[in-house]
């Protein structure tokens, strides 16, 4: 029996048509709103987090500055942090190693076509240069990494084979020759693909190549610490960070450097994250209250359209709890549908929104289809429809026949 | 024509039914007596206001009177819940109304349905009985329509098909011409007629004297909620007697 009342509430509810679709539109906001912020909540954390560079070692970055989005780190900084700060960190007690490293923009020229990349530095000394690919962490794709005394030659990022629309047609691979700032330099490896849009189109050189090409001295734009002992990073951290502080003679809190550790990157990530995962679980909450109340308030004009027919169905036979079941089943498949409905959008912005978080930020991520998360939206949303659909039942079932008769 | 032995299918015993309508008390029905056998074909006459609406609704068991008893099948209607007092009436009586009384987003076939989906048959049953029945009312062809679709006769035949899904003793029905022009009107009560031959008890209520005297066997005249008298159909009308006064304080 309780079959014939869903098919006689869907019958109803597309009756009613465009008005049963506006009422469920609350709750298809809500709907769409959780299952597309899961769907892309840990794509998202992982998009960001390699767009700033987090990777899972436990090395120490310095800047001067600070974290910007825009730019080469260290670049835009008036009081740049140099050779003497490397030098005076590595004396650290805490500190194992520090290497200096410089970023810096360079017009790359191959086969006729010109795009602005940035150059990084890698150090000439192998134990701080495996530091720098640690810190990286890259790995090469094709040919090799640089090596001591590795100059006029060059290690390029992903994209730079990958994309070859960007260079006419022609992948860049090791033994091509390219031109940095007018200067020819070897291919000798391209690594493998990180999913950072900043790593996957850097070029790396040899320091000494570097300072020849760009001509600074002293100027360090990144420092990257690895601590004696890596259960005490933020000790280590702390240090580095009192140093700077007398060096640059700066005071506690106003500091123009930073000192950032893995954790501190991924909680500023994370933060972030979960800033716009509130953000979005209150637009949920409140579409779906919305949508509870739309869903109360439709079922309640429609007890009293249906006057008459709740009159019909119980001068031929309807107990009180048929009508009740009638009117709460058909709430209930509100909700659902609008459930459904959410369902859908919500994967397809949560697809979306991962194909486009590929494209643009060169990510890699894979979506998944949370199959318990839509099933457990599916049967809230079912629920939340009958929840609304209680009250409106109960008035429907309650109706005097003879008056509900009169229409 | 009433026997002793024959079954009588609805009873009411000085049944009154008050309503309060603002500082008044309205007495729509006050102190009505009768006993409808099987297979009798009555009719309920008055003009508006008589109370007969009031006094269909109790004989269908929509409505509970205020005083007095009511018999459905020998049993006392006011020892019944509400829901069981429903599941009676969908199994016992059926309702044919004036203004047809279909619903609306339902095909004509489905309308015939529901009563059956009330008393728990399953899809193929009422599939098979659905299609009985509109046959019967000689609708097959238009059993897929809404009753927006169908004409004003169409549309009481389905409701005549609709009162009988669950082989009902006793067919109510409230001015079944009422919406209809003459001839559709003729056409609905042969069909009514047909049942009655068959052996269904049919309480028809009216406003029109000729309609009731034209098809009942037992017409209860109505007057500010009394019956004021009842007249019997023997070889024609005119020369019959009149009937006799019933007065529920004279009848034990």
């Known amino acids: 029996m ?224 690895e601590p004696k002992n890596k259960e005490k990073l933020q000790k280590t951290k702390e240090d580095i960070e009192k140093l700077l502080r007398n060096r640059r003679g700066v005071k506690e809190g106003e500091e123009d450097f930073e000192v950032s550790t893995p954790e501190a990157t991924l909680s500023t990530v994370n933060n972030i994250i979960g800033g716009v995962q509130i953000f979005i679980a209150i637009v949920a909450f409140i579409s779906v209250f919305i949508g509870i109340i739309g869903i109360v308030n439709t079922m309640t004009t429609s007890v009293l359209e249906r006057k008459k027919e709740i009159g019909i169905m119980k001068s031929v036979g309807a107990k009180n709890s048929h009508i009740f079941f009638q009117f709460f089943i058909e709430s209930s498949l509100l909700g659902l549908v609008g459930g459904i409905v959410g369902a859908i959008f919500g994967t397809l912005i949560g697809f979306l929104g991962t194909v486009g978080m590929n494209n643009f930020l060169g990510t890699e991520l894979t979506i998944s289809i949370n199959f318990l998360l839509i099933f457990f939206t599916l049967l809230g949303s079912f629920l939340i429809g009958g929840i609304a659909g209680i009250i409106p039942a109960m008035q429907a079932a309650k109706q005097n026949p003879v008056e509900a008769l009169k229409g | 024509m009433r026997k002793e032995d024959e079954k009588v299918v609805i009873e009411l015993k000085g049944v009154c039914k008050y309503y309060r309508m603002g500082d008044n008390i309205v007495r729509a029905v006050d102190g009505a007596s009768l006993k409808i056998n099987e297979g009798d074909f009555v009719a309920i006459m008055g003009p508006s206001g008589s109370g007969k609406s009031t006094m269909m609704n109790l004989i269908g068991s929509l409505d509970v009177p205020t005083k007095g008893k009511i018999f459905l099948d020998g049993e006392d209607i006011s020892t019944f819940s509400e829901s069981d007092l429903a599941q009676l009436r969908g199994k016992k009586i059926g309702f044919i109304f004036q203004s047809f009384n279909l619903i609306n987003n339902l095909t004509a076939k489905e309308n015939v349905m529901i009563p059956m989906i009330f008393q728990g048959h399953d899809l193929e049953d009422r599939n098979f009985r659905a299609n009985k029945l509109m046959q019967l009312v000689q609708l097959t062809d238009r059993m897929h329509h809404s009753p927006g679709e169908l004409s004003g006769g169409q549309q009481q035949r389905v409701a005549i098909a609709r009162s009988l899904a669950n082989s009902p003793e006793v067919i109510l029905a409230d001015e079944p011409t009422g919406n209809l022009d003459t001839k559709t009107g003729a056409t609905v009560m042969d069909f009514l007629e047909d049942l009655n031959k068959k052996g269904k008890t049919i309480i028809m209520v009216t406003h029109d004297p000729d309609l009731a005297k034209a098809h009942a066997d037992t017409v209860y005249w109505l007057k500010d909620g009394k019956i004021e008298k009842i007249t019997k159909k023997k070889n024609g009308w005119d020369k019959g007697p009149r009937g006799v006064l019933i007065k529920p304080k004279e009848k034990k």
């Open chain 1, 2 to 225: 309780i079959l014939d009342f869903f098919s006689l509430a869907l019958k109803n509810l597309k009756h009613r048509g465009i008005r049963s679709w506006l009422t469920l539109l609350g709750i298809f906001i809500g709907v769409t709103a959780v299952v597309s912020l899961i769907s892309l909540g840990n794509g998202l954390q992982m998009a960001v987090a390699s767009q700033l560079g987090v990777s899972a070692n436990e090395l120490i970055t310095v800047q001067a500055g600070g974290l910007s989005a825009y730019g080469p780190p260290g670049s835009n900084v008036v009081d740049s942090l140099t050779q003497g700060d490397v030098d005076a960190i590595e004396r650290l007690s805490s500190v194992e190693n520090a290497v200096r490293r410089n970023i810096d923009s360079g017009r790359i020229e191959f086969n006729d076509n010109v795009i602005f990349r940035y150059v990084g530095s890698v150090p000439n000394n192998k134990e701080d240069r495996d530091l720098i690919y640690e810190q990286l962490n890259m790995e090469v794709l094709l040919g090799r990494f640089i090596k001591e005394g590795d100059s006029g030659k060059v290690v390029l990022g992903y994209n730079f084979y990958g994309k070859k629309e960007d260079w006419g047609g022609k992948s860049i691979t090791p033994g091509k020759t390219i031109s940095i700032n007018d200067k020819n330099f070897q291919v000798i490896g391209i690594t493998d693909k990180v999913g950072s849009m900043m790593m996957d189109n850097i070029v790396i050189m040899n320091e000494n190549d570097m300072k020849d090409l760009y001509g600074f001295e002293d100027k360090a734009d990144m420092i990257i610490v």
